[in-house]
Nanobody, 115 residues
Framework: QVQLVESGGGLVQPGGSLRLSCASSGISFRLYAMNWYRQAPGKQRELVAGITSGGVPNYADSSKGRFTVSRDNAKNTVSLQMNSLKLEDTAVYYC?????????WGQGTQVTVSS
């Protein structure tokens, strides 16, 4: 059974930081590209950042310079360090594991940026 479990969401003020983590089980983690998506109310789910199985990160324009994605293949986890958070970063953040056409999703964690 595949499980992706996100943690680390919460309420933070503008300019603050949060670190999201995603723990995986049931997959050969090292083979999968790992991605972070988010979905704000009334908006489509969008890619925030990803990291290939080889450890190469990629970022959406909205997160470049503020967010850092990393993975630990020994612990089967992927993390997203989010700094300089803005009001518009408020969303549910989802962890995604992707290997070709095979993909899995976590249940999401809420990030709210508010003063």
């Amino acid at each position: 059974q595949v499980q992706l479990v996100e943690s680390g969401g919460g309420l933070v003020q503008p300019g603050g930081s949060l670190r999201l983590s995603c723990a995986s089980s049931g997959i050969s983690f090292r083979l999968y590209a790992m991605n972070w998506y988010r979905q704000a109310p009334g908006k489509q789910r969008e890619l925030v950042a990803g990291i290939t199985s080889g450890g190469v990160p990629n970022y959406a324009d909205s997160s470049k310079g503020r967010f850092t994605v990393s993975r630990d293949n020994a612990k089967n986890t992927v993390s997203l360090q989010m700094n300089s958070l803005k009001l518009e970063d408020t969303a549910v953040y989802y962890c995604n594991a992707q290997l070709g056409l095979r993909g899995y999703w976590g249940q999401g964690t809420q990030v709210t940026v508010s003063s």
